[in-house]
């Protein structure tokens, strides 16, 4: 457990002292400490007892030994303004059972300091009350590799190292029997993404013909990985595979190692790739604009929402005003915003929808072009997702590598440098990056089809 820090003290005092009407309802959280691995997704429930609509309740998360805001929802909606920077982007409320008092927050991806204690507060009018829980945080490695090198007269060195853990794991030398031997070294390592690098050594004798096992084990999840050695085949391999055959053998060792060398660092690469995401993204969400929707732009298909935050699919055409600027084939609307110069961030909720399409464009594109016709060219610069089929869109279509469909996309327009980046938000990945030269004004652009008869699909602009 990890003590409460002086800031978040005098936050806890006044949520302890007594308001009117205590005792009214009790927040409660989960009974036992929640676990979540690294990169994955931790849910954290919060319920009142007796149960109580708390739609009209001031809902916040906070990690308590930081004093950091998680997230906040009052007034029916999420509120992201006061959020600490280490968590926006990454979580979300789940709401479904709200009019029960049944809430959770989702936090995703999980990173290794994410772990701590957490409270639930939920206020209603001066009353608050609040529950607290433990998050615990893991991760398991790699599996384990010993490399082998001489030591002092007689004797051999063993070094067992294995990265990506979280927390420190528990490292074991055993010989064929099971019985633990006793290391020379154990090192544990934190590396640039918070996770813990370990390293152990141990001598054996050179006459020792027997297994030596290293064992990595994660003590929250209960997970082990383990490698073995034979002295004896490292030191004495077969007289008749290096008569017959040394240049296909010493082929082999060295392909294996190649294949050893190459994974370690692509998985290095993606831990820094990943971290230049994040830092990309960060630096991003510090030009954030209040994007509003053009109604007068919209195509007859498309209901522009009330504070022009939200576009919606119809299933029929509705009866508009004339207006030289709406779309009459293309089902797309434009943000009010034109950007001539300087950096703009905005992100749209995509939701789970499998048709749609994001950018921007020239103000001054042509509105009865056709969706082939959307590209670079004619002053388009849009990725979509037509179903399984992610693509930026040029005059020859680019297949965009897409691992799991993204539900946040944040859009970064770079203008004097020609830039226009999209990120997936919750995964922290860039979806597709346009480099160009703009020499006109661009507006926000969003395109929608209706992917089934009776589905009504909707585009959302969230703040940042």
Not at 55 to 70: D, F, G, K, P, T
Not at 219 to 243: D, I
Not at 342 to 347: D, I, L
Not at 376 to 395: D, H, T
């Amino acid at each position: 457990m990890q003590r409460w820090a002086p800031s978040f003290r005098p936050l806890l005092l006044w949520l302890l002292l007594p308001w009117p009407g205590a005792g009214q309802f009790q927040v409660k959280g989960p009974s036992s400490s929640v676990t979540a691995r690294v990169g994955e997704a931790a849910v954290l429930p919060c319920h009142l007892s007796p149960p109580a609509d708390a739609q009209n309740m001031e809902i916040r998360w906070y990690q308590a030994h930081q004093s950091a805001l998680v997230h906040q929802y009052r007034d029916s909606r999420d509120h992201t303004e006061q959020q600490s920077l280490e968590f926006q982007g990454r979580t979300e409320l789940l709401r479904e059972n709200i009019t029960h008092g049944q809430v959770a927050l989702r936090i995703h991806p999980v990173l290794p300091a994410d772990e701590g204690q957490y409270s639930c507060v939920f206020l209603r009018s001066t009353q608050p009350n609040q529950a607290q829980f433990e998050l615990l945080v893991s991760a398991s490695g790699a599996p384990p590799h010993i490399h082998i090198q001489p030591a002092h007269t007689g004797s051999i060195m063993l070094t067992c190292s294995s990265s990506g853990w979280y927390p420190d794991p528990e490292l074991q030398w055993r010989d064929p029997q099971g019985r633990p031997l006793s290391p020379d070294s154990v090192r544990n390592s934190v590396q640039d993404d918070g996770l813990i690098h370990v390293e152990s050594s141990v001598t054996v004798e050179e006459s020792s013909r027997a297994d030596v096992s290293c064992s990595i084990r994660n003590p929250v999840l209960r997970e082990e990985k383990k490698a073995s050695l034979s002295v004896a085949e490292a030191l004495f391999p077969r007289v008749s595979a290096w008569t017959v055959a040394p240049p296909v053998l010493l082929a082999v060792i060295l392909m294996i190692t190649c294949v050893v060398l190459l994974r370690s660092r692509r998985a290095q690469e993606q831990r820094n790739l990943l971290e230049k995401n994040v830092v990309g993204l960060k630096t991003a969400r510090g030009f954030a604009e209040d994007i509003v929707l053009d109604e007068n732009t919209a195509h007859p298909k498309l209901f522009v929402s009330e504070g022009g935050k939200r576009v919606e699919y119809l299933s029929r055409e509705r009866a508009v005003p004339d207006s030289p600027g709406r779309f009459t084939s293309l089902r797309a609307v434009l943000g009010q915003n034109t950007f001539s110069s300087g950096h703009h961030y905005w992100e749209v909720d995509v939701g789970r929808n499998e048709i749609w399409t994001v950018g921007l464009c020239s103000d001054s594109v042509n509105r009865e072009l056709n969706f082939e016709d959307i590209h670079p060219e004619n002053g388009f610069w849009n990725i979509s997702r037509i179903f399984n089929n992610y693509q930026a869109l040029f005059q020859s279509r680019v297949d965009l590598k897409v691992v799991a469909p993204p539900l946040i996309v944040g859009i970064f327009l770079q203008y004097e440098q020609g830039l226009i980046s999209f990120f997936d938000v919750k995964q922290f990945s860039i979806l597709h990056t346009f480099t160009g030269n703009f020499t006109q004004p661009l507006r926000p652009c969003f395109l929608m089809k209706r992917p089934y008869p009776g589905v009504c699909p909707a585009l959302t602009i969230l703040p940042v």
